[in-house]
């Protein structure tokens, strides 16, 4: 299987995405882009569902 070592943009760790994932696509198709991990990506939705709900 193919995997890239990637940085995440918000707590600068190097993760890696495997082939045959989404991110992996995305790597893929835009090499130069920023990306994040899968904790931040959690974090980050979690503050986006509580912003979210907070307006209700």
Known sequence: ????SLRC?????TFEVVEGTNKYRLYKQNME???SCE???RKIE???RKGLLGKL
């Open 1 to 4: 299987m193919i995997s890239y």
């Open 9 to 13: 943009i918000f707590c600068k760790k």
């Open 33 to 35: 882009g920023k990306f």
């Open 39 to 41: 904790d931040c990506d």
């Open 46 to 48: 979690l503050e986006s």
